[in-house]
Nanobody
Framework: QVQLVESGGGLVQAGGSLRLSCTIS????????IAWFRQAPRKERDFIAA????????YYSNSVTGRFTISRGSPKNTVYLQMSSLKPEDTAVYYC??????????????????WGQGTQVTVSS
C-alpha cells in the first residue's frame, strides 16, 4: 500500500507556469508507475502523463505534449508535473496515481489502484 499527496495547485494566469508535486509514502520499496490525471467540472477524468519507476520513460497525452513535463525526484518518492504555457482549458483538479509494477521501465495508461486527494489548478484568461 502507498499513500499519495498532491500539492502545488493554485490560481495562475494564462501563459503562466505551475509545478505540482506528488509525495509518495508507504511501501515505496516496491516499484510503481506514476501518472497524473485531471478532471474538469462536469467532465470525465482524463489521463495526461505517466512515468516509469526508473524515471527514464514518460508519456504524455496530446493535450499537454510540449507544455507539461513529468519527472521523478531523488529519492524517487516524489513525482513532479511541471506545467507551462497554461491555458484556461487546463483548469481542473489534478490527481496523481500509482500502479505497482514488476518492470521498472514500463508506464501505464490505466488501472491505477492508488490515488491522491487531488489539487485544484485554475487558469484565468
Amino acid at each position: 500500500q502507498v499513500q499519495l499527496v498532491e500539492s502545488g495547485g493554485g490560481l495562475v494566469q494564462a501563459g503562466g507556469s505551475l509545478r505540482l508535486s506528488c509525495t509518495i509514502s508507504g511501501r515505496t520499496s516496491r516499484m510503481y508507475s506514476i501518472a497524473w490525471f485531471r478532471q474538469a467540472p462536469r467532465k470525465e477524468r482524463d489521463f495526461i502523463a505517466a512515468i516509469s519507476d526508473s524515471g527514464r520513460n514518460t508519456y504524455y497525452s496530446n493535450s499537454v505534449t510540449g507544455r507539461f513535463t513529468i519527472s521523478r525526484g531523488s529519492p524517487k518518492n516524489t513525482v513532479y508535473l511541471q506545467m507551462s504555457s497554461l491555458k484556461p482549458e487546463d483548469t481542473a483538479v489534478y490527481y496523481c496515481a500509482a500502479r505497482q509494477t514488476s518492470n521498472s521501465e514500463t508506464y501505464y495508461f490505466d488501472e491505477y489502484g492508488f490515488w491522491g486527494q487531488g489539487t485544484q489548478v485554475t487558469v484565468s484568461s
